[in-house]
C-alpha cells in the first residue's frame, strides 16, 4: 500500500500577506514601541531575507516611526542593521512620522538616515523606572546609576560619532530636558547631521509605485 504524501498548508491573514510582499521587495516597518516583540519580528525578518538572497539585486528599506522603548532591544536592532550594512547591503532608514528616543540610535545605523518633510525628533537621556514604593539599598541605588550613565554614554556616542556632535554638547542640549527637532534642526545637527536627507518619496517606494502602474 503506497503511503499518501501530507499537504501542508499555512494560511496567511491579509497582514502578513502584505508584509510578506514588501519584504520580498526590500521594504521593511519598524514601528511601534521597541520591545521583545517587535525587535524579535524585525531581527527574524531582516536574517531571514539575507539567508534566502532577497537583498540580491536591491536594497534594503526599513520605514521608521516609533517612541523609542528599550535600550537592550534597541541596540540589537541597531546591531542586525549595523552587520547587514558591514555585508555589503545597502540599507535606507527613512523617518515617517515620529522618531523619539531609541528611535534616533536606530537611525543612526542605516547607510543613509532619510526623512519625510514632517518627521518630528527627540533626542534625551537614557531614563529609569523607578517604582513608588520600593526601596534599596544605597549601594544599589548607585549601581543602578551608574549603569544608566554607562548606557547614557553609549547611546550619546553613537549619536555623537555619525552626526560629528560630542557627547559633551549633547549632553548639555538634552540635559534636564527633551530635546525636539524638526527635519531641518535634525539636519543641522552637527558637522554630519542626525539625518542625511529629506525625501517625499524614497526610492524604493517609487519603484514600487512605479511597478504598480505597469
Request: a negative charge.
Amino acid at each position: 500500500m503506497e503511503a499518501k504524501a501530507t499537504k501542508r498548508v499555512v494560511q496567511l491573514d491579509g497582514f502578513d500577506e502584505a508584509n510578506e510582499a514588501l519584504t520580498s521587495k526590500g521594504v521593511f516597518f519598524l514601528s511601534g514601541e521597541i520591545d521583545d516583540n517587535v525587535t524579535y519580528e524585525f531581527t527574524h525578518q531582516a536574517f531571514h531575507a539575507a539567508a534566502t538572497g532577497m537583498f540580491n539585486g536591491h536594497g534594503m528599506l526599513v520605514v521608521l516611526n516609533t517612541p523609542g522603548g528599550d535600550v537592550q532591544h534597541g541596540l540589537a536592532i541597531y546591531d542586525t542593521i549595523k552587520m547587514l550594512v558591514e555585508g555589503g547591503v545597502h540599507v535606507d532608514i527613512f523617518g515617517l512620522g515620529l522618531v523619539a528616543s531609541m528611535g534616533t540610535i536606530i537611525l543612526q545605523a542605516g547607510s543613509r538616515r532619510l526623512s519625510s518633510p514632517y518627521t518630528q525628533y527627540l533626542v534625551h537621556q537614557v531614563s529609569m523606572t523607578i517604582g513608588y514604593y520600593e526601596s534599596e539599598e544605597v549601594s544599589k541605588g548607585e549601581e543602578r546609576v551608574a549603569e544608566n550613565r554607562r548606557l547614557n554614554d553609549i547611546l550619546l556616542d553613537i549619536i555623537g560619532q555619525r552626526s560629528g556632535i560630542s557627547i559633551d554638547e549633547l549632553k548639555k542640549l538634552c540635559t534636564k530636558k527633551d530635546y525636539w527637532m524638526d527635519p531641518q534642526a535634525a539636519r543641522a545637527l552637527g558637522t554630519n547631521g542626525l539625518i542625511d536627507e529629506v525625501v517625499v518619496i524614497p526610492e524604493q517606494i517609487k519603484t514600487l509605485l512605479g511597478a504598480k502602474r505597469a
